[in-house]
């Protein structure tokens, strides 16, 4: 286990980093560097709910790019936003 802490970007505390970059591109390492392990497994949970909201086939190409920009948009955007017809559980 790793004492590797990071400024989370996401939650805005020091909190503990990944192990690892999650993807083998510059997007994991931005990742790695600035979201910390809860920040992404709270990305990995709502991820669940883009994979139903938008009915990816989670062996295709595609589904891998959505992977990428929600992870993106999620991390390091202002303006993030949920799947057209999202409607939030009551």
């Not at 790793?2 to 997007?27: F, H, M, Q, W, Y």
């Not at 883009?50 to 303006?79: G, H, W």
Request: a negative charge; glycine letters at 4%.
């Amino acid at each position: 286990m790793s004492d590797r802490t990071v400024k989370c970007i996401k939650l805005g505390a020091e909190l503990p980093g990944l192990d690892a970059p999650p993807l083998p591109n510059e997007l994991g390492q931005r990742i790695y560097e600035n979201v910390s392990k809860q920040a992404w497994q709270e990305f990995l949970e709502h991820f669940k709910m883009v994979i139903n909201e938008y009915r990816l086939d989670l062996t295709s190409p595609m589904a891998d790019q959505v992977f990428e920009q929600k992870a993106d948009e999620f991390f390091f955007s202002d303006n993030y936003k949920m799947p057209d017809g999202y409607v939030p559980e009551k």
